[in-house]
């Protein structure tokens, strides 16, 4: 098909976050948001350079904030890990012991659920 589209409601620690994607021909679209609120404040895109050999990764800000944001963050993250583009919208507001939370929650559901964003 053109693209799919999936929603998982997931935990990290006291944290309760849903995550909206959609799988899209060569890039994937990552909405991270609180249980509570689903909000659109930030969007950041990361792709692949043009070489691939160089394992290099080019993000950018498209929504909200300057420069680095969480979303182009995670997007750079999950673009050299997957090797493909990523859009995400990370709305969430994360200390640093909740963030190693989150990474390792998104990360896991990520790895087990592989086929709904790549």
Same mark, same amino acid.
């Given at each position: 098909?053109?693209?799919?589209s999936?929603?998982?409601?997931?935990?990290?620690?006291p944290?309760?976050?849903?995550?909206? %994607? !959609?799988?899209?021909?060569? /890039?994937?679209?990552?909405?991270?948001?609180?249980?509570? *609120?689903?909000? $659109?404040?930030?969007?950041?895109?990361?792709?692949?350079?043009?070489?691939?050999?160089?394992?290099?990764?080019?993000?950018?800000?498209?929504?909200?904030?300057?420069?680095q944001?969480?979303?182009? %963050? !995670?997007?750079?993250?999950? /673009?050299?890990?997957?090797?493909?583009?990523?859009?995400? *919208?990370?709305? $969430?507001?994360?200390?640093?012991?909740?963030?190693?939370?989150?990474?390792?929650?998104?990360?896991?559901?990520?790895?087990?659920?592989?086929?709904?964003?790549?």
């Amino acid at each position: 098909g053109l693209f799919t589209s999936h929603c998982a409601h997931l935990e990290a620690g006291p944290l309760q976050f849903t995550i909206r %994607v !959609l799988k899209m021909q060569g /890039s994937t679209i990552l909405f991270v948001n609180s249980k509570e *609120s689903e909000v $659109l404040e930030e969007l950041g895109v990361a792709m692949p350079a043009r070489d691939p050999s160089s394992g290099e990764t080019i993000s950018s800000t498209i929504l909200g904030g300057y420069g680095q944001t969480d979303s182009s %963050v !995670l997007a750079a993250k999950l /673009s050299k890990r997957y090797g493909r583009q990523f859009y995400v *919208s990370m709305n $969430l507001r994360l200390d640093r012991l909740v963030a190693s939370l989150f990474d390792k929650a998104l990360v896991t559901y990520m790895c087990d659920h592989l086929e709904h964003f790549v």
